[in-house]
């Protein structure tokens, strides 16, 4: 029997652009258009500049471009500024089993690959496919995160296996592709505990940029160590306990793209059937003649990973950073049932730091229900009771808007692109990237997808 590592070799090398189904061609390109979307709207923050001043300082052959600028760096740092642009607002998808990542943080590996390798719209989406597949298969395996390690540790192996793909690698050189990236990657979860710095949207840019890296080598000639998941001190044995991943998309089991979540609001996901929630309950209030500061008190029931991941922790009621406010369910509960929306400038320091929102989520606590924790990942079940000037408020949601059992349709992906480039981006630019997505498989080079995006020359 072939090793782990052959056998997702085999996969990435052996899928074809033309035996994607259409479904799956389609959704590919939503998630192309949702995550550019969200690099654009992060083009100016700190994290998307200082990513961008290190490509342009550390930048050498001018192979990729960094989406916004229009300019060329090389191919690994196009990768990690793309994908810390792509992930800073925490609003690009989501897919759920027992390690929850964010499959289209793969997208800057993919594009960098594809625009190095003079690559087309088709060579792009299939290699996507197969860096989806691959996170997935691994986030169904285990969770790495219950033994300390970050999910961006399988992000690592996807993102050089959507490199590989990309830029035609065999199956031996994609094998060592896999090698070289799973052996030195391995993160630390601490990136997502306690206060969260801005690392927490940089942890899988920089796994995108060594997957790159990763894939290059293999294609110069450089090998991996042999059995890097099933070898005495490997992966499975050092990292993630035992892998067994059933058939892939495509050999008789359905794609894992289609399983996977854009959000609705910029947050962590397991947040956004809270924040559909409470939306719920304050327009029950207001018809009732009361506000936020009437509220007694506000208790959140949900599932087991949503109270560990972003409830658990006491500095979940005391965010000081953007990036743990959109980590904090209580916090986004409360900033959604004060200003009736959570958008980008819901994380704007002086809103993080209002007393009035800060008193208010003293009031909220964040509990457990069993039978929520059973019906988690298939639906991420939350529940609202809110108490206020004595009437009690209670609103449940089991797939908010953009869950893969109440889809966002293309409109409304179009639509969420438009509300968060909108400071940003000419409208009119915007619908002509819309028109290049829809026909990316038929674009022959990826300037012609990027140049409506870009902002300044």
């Given at each position: 029997m072939p090793d782990l590592s052959q056998r997702l070799a085999r996969y990435v090398a052996d899928l074809s652009f033309d035996a994607l189904p259409d479904d799956v061609v389609f959704k590919a390109k939503l998630r192309v258009l949702d995550a550019l979307g969200c690099?654009?709207?992060?083009?100016?923050s700190d994290t998307g500049r200082a990513a961008r001043e290190v490509a342009r300082v550390l930048g050498g052959n001018p192979q990729a471009e960094v989406v916004g600028e229009g300019r060329r760096t090389s191919a690994d740092l196009a990768a990690f500024a793309n994908g810390a642009m792509i992930r800073y607002l925490d609003?690009?998808?989501?897919?759920?089993?027992?390690?929850?990542?964010?499959p289209s943080d793969n997208l800057a590996a993919v594009l960098a690959a594809a625009q190095a390798g003079g690559k087309g719209g088709r060579e792009l989406l299939a290699g996507l496919v197969a860096s989806y597949e691959i996170l997935a298969r691994l986030?169904?395996?285990?969770s790495i995160r219950d033994r300390g390690w970050d999910h961006v540790t399988y992000g690592a192996v996807s993102a050089a296996a959507g490199?590989?793909?990309?830029?035609?690698?065999d199956e031996r050189a994609t094998r060592e592709a896999i090698a070289l990236a799973a052996t030195p990657n391995v993160a630390l979860r601490q990136t997502r505990v306690g206060q969260l710095s801005m690392w927490k949207g940089a942890a899988f840019a920089n796994a995108s940029r060594n997957g790159v890296f990763a894939a290059y080598l293999a294609r110069a000639g450089m090998t991996g160590p042999e059995e890097v998941f099933d070898g005495p001190r490997g992966f499975v044995r050092q990292v993630s306990g035992p892998l067994e991943l059933p058939a892939f998309g495509g050999e008789g089991a359905s794609f894992r793209l289609l399983d996977t979540d854009i959000k609705h609001f910029p947050a962590e996901y397991?947040?956004?059937?809270?924040?559909?929630?409470i939306l719920a309950v304050r327009e029950r209030m207001r018809a009732d003649g009361l506000d936020a500061g009437s509220v007694e008190e506000i208790v959140i029931r949900t599932f087991k990973v949503a109270v560990e991941i972003i409830g658990g922790e006491e500095e979940k009621w005391h965010p000081t950073t953007r990036e743990t406010a959109d980590h904090s369910m209580p916090y986004c509960v409360a900033v959604a049932l004060v200003d009736g929306d959570v958008t980008p400038a819901s994380f704007e320091p002086g809103r993080i730091q209002d007393p009035a929102l800060h008193a208010l989520i003293q009031k909220i606590r964040v509990v457990e229900d069993p039978a929520f924790t059973a019906g988690y990942p298939d639906d991420i079940p939350t529940q609202i009771e809110l108490t206020a000037a004595g009437r009690t408020y209670t609103e449940r949601v089991d797939a908010p808007l953009g869950h893969h059992h109440h889809q966002m349709d293309q409109a409304a992906v179009e639509a969420k692109f438009l509300s968060l480039t909108r400071p940003y981006l000419p409208e009119e630019r915007a619908r002509a990237f819309f028109r290049q997505v829809e026909r990316l498989e038929e674009l022959d080079e990826l300037g012609a997808l990027l140049e409506p995006l870009r902002l300044q020359a």
């Open positions: 690099a654009v709207a992060a083009f100016h609003c690009n998808d989501t897919y759920l089993s027992k390690e929850a990542c964010h986030a169904d395996a285990s490199a590989a793909r990309v830029l035609g690698l397991h947040s956004q059937a809270a924040i559909e929630a």
